[in-house]
């Protein structure tokens, strides 16, 4: 069956520009969360969705926002870009929220990611 | 927030076993342990999850004690293709946010 597909692979902004990541997940998959990759601060959650409601967030500022539709893919908005913000975004899927006891379905399927770059 | 530690990098020589730790000291009650591993430009992958005591599968055990505030991952016999960074994820208590460990970065040598 087909992964989590991200797009777009790549993109270069601006400061002050604002940018939206798209994220397919696995046919079947409810959940959707997303994470920012950095060489310094590693991988950090940012927000997880569930049946079209943010579930649970990161410590991240209002700049960063998500949503889900009724088919499941997701959607990332940074506006205001800053230099920091370039980084990886990844997104994962999984059947249900990837805390908890799930006993296997919170495991998570990440996509490629969107490396993002902010000049 | 709580932090969740690895060691930064270990080297490894192929046929070696390799055990990864992982402390996680504010870890969520009800939460599983999940080991990841990522390759250059490639998301993370799903290695092994477990609750508590061992689990074993075909790639790897996972190692967690009663206390569950550490985990250890342990790749049998480990081969060039192993190179890569391992990372460990827990919920953290009181909160359910998702926490990654800060990652190990694995060298197999020839």
């Known amino acids: 069956k087909a992964g989590v597909t991200q797009t777009p692979r790549y993109l270069i902004k601006t400061r002050g520009q604002q940018v939206t990541l798209s994220c397919s997940p696995i046919s079947g998959h409810r959940s959707v969360s997303w994470y920012q990759q950095t060489p310094g601060q590693g991988l950090q959650f940012l927000f997880e969705?569930?049946?079209?409601?943010?579930?649970n967030k990161g410590n991240f500022p209002g700049r960063f926002s998500g949503r889900q539709f009724s088919n499941s893919r997701s959607e990332m908005n940074v506006s205001t870009l800053e230099l920091g913000d370039s980084a990886l975004y990844l997104c994962?899927?999984?059947?249900?929220?990837?805390?908890?006891?799930?006993?296997?379905?919170?495991?998570?399927?990440f996509g490629a990611g969107s490396r993002l770059t902010v000049l | 927030l709580a932090k969740t530690t690895q060691p930064i990098s270990m080297d490894s020589y192929e046929g070696q076993e390799v055990n990864i730790t992982c402390s996680h000291n504010?870890?969520?009650?009800?939460?599983?342990i999940t080991w990841y591993q990522q390759f250059p430009s490639q998301g993370p992958r799903f290695i092994i999850q477990g609750y508590k005591t061992k689990v074993t599968n075909e790639v790897a055990s996972l190692f967690i004690p009663a206390d569950r505030k550490s985990s250890t991952l342990s790749l049998p016999r480990v081969s060039l293709s192993d190179t890569a960074v391992y990372y460990c994820?827990?919920?953290?208590?009181?909160?359910?946010?998702?926490?990654f460990g800060t990652g190990t970065r694995l060298q197999v040598f020839p």
């Open positions: 504010n870890i969520a009650t009800n939460d599983y």
């Open positions: 994820l827990v919920g953290e208590g009181n909160t359910d946010k998702l926490i």
């Open positions: 969705y569930f049946s079209e409601t943010q579930r």
């Open positions: 994962a899927s999984s059947l249900s929220s990837p805390g908890g006891y799930s006993s296997g379905a919170n495991v998570l399927t």
